[in-house]
Antibody
Framework: QVQLQESGPGLVKPSETLSLTCTVS????????WSWIRQPPGKGLEWIGY???????KYNPSLKSRVTILADTSKNQFSLRLSSVSAADTAVYYC???????????????WGQGSLVTVSS | QSVLTQPPSASGTPGQRVIISCSGS????????VNWYQQLPGTAPKLLIY???QRPSGVPDRFSGSKSGTSASLAISGLQSEDEADYYC???????????FGGGTKLTVL
């Protein structure tokens, strides 16, 4: 079955760029939508954005100016870059597979185990 | 403040039926399907209900979902101790042009 694994630095300094990679196994990123979702400690879920193999990319309007999501089909990975981070960006970052078609874009299954990123000097 | 509104907490005793509500608007629940996620302590969220009322393979039929107008509900019958978790609703929002989540409901089994 499809499995996702996040990787990247666990500590990022304020004003710098957070970078995470999601490696997908058991399936190809050349189909389905692929999303990033985050969860600050003790708080709820926030969708960051998605990428689709067609080239369609969409970001949460509240983060759009700072977010970039890219895909590398040769490595079966997709990545997240969040610039100018602050303590408010401290969270567990999850990658997740979205739907195959655009019918229900809030459908996510499965999810990665999550990667805690702390923003601190 | 989340776009979708859920009660912050819910509780019940073993065997009881509990309902968790999710209130939205015409731009999200009113015009798009709702999905529900279960997050057990210390783990990643898991898809629990999709397309308003469908259960993925492996999810017990004790869990059911419904939608009416701009609101949705998750019902858990025959409550068990292992159901103690956080539950989130989610939907696409046509106005915000993105996915919105509820703030989450912490379910306690007394």
């Amino acid at each position: 079955q499809v499995q996702l694994q996040e990787s990247g630095p666990g500590l990022v300094k304020p004003s710098e760029t957070l970078s995470l990679t999601c490696t997908v196994s058991g399936g190809s990123i050349s189909s389905y939508y692929w999303s990033w979702i985050r969860q600050p400690p003790g708080k709820g879920l926030e969708w960051i954005g998605y990428i689709h193999h067609s080239g369609s990319i969409k970001y949460n309007p509240s983060l759009k100016s700072r977010v970039t999501i890219l895909a590398d089909t040769s490595k079966n990975q997709f990545s997240l870059r969040l610039s100018s981070v602050s303590a408010a960006d401290t969270a567990v970052y999850y990658c997740a597979r979205g739907p195959e078609y655009s019918g229900s874009l809030s459908w996510f299954d499965p999810w990665g185990q999550g990667s805690l990123v702390t923003v601190s000097s | 403040q989340s776009v979708l509104t859920q009660p912050p907490s819910a509780s019940g005793t073993p065997g009881q039926r509990v309902i968790i509500s999710c209130s939205g608007s015409s731009s999200n629940i009113g015009s798009n399907t709702v999905n529900w996620y279960q997050q057990l302590p210390g783990t990643a969220p898991k898809l629990l209900i999709y397309s308003n009322n469908q259960r993925p393979s492996g999810v017990p039929d004790r869990f059911s979902g419904s939608k009416s107008g701009t609101s949705a509900s998750l019902a858990i019958s025959g409550l068990q101790s292992e159901d103690e978790a956080d539950y989130y609703c989610a939907a696409w929002d046509d106005s915000l042009n993105g996915v919105v989540f509820g703030g989450g409901t912490k379910l306690t089994v007394l």
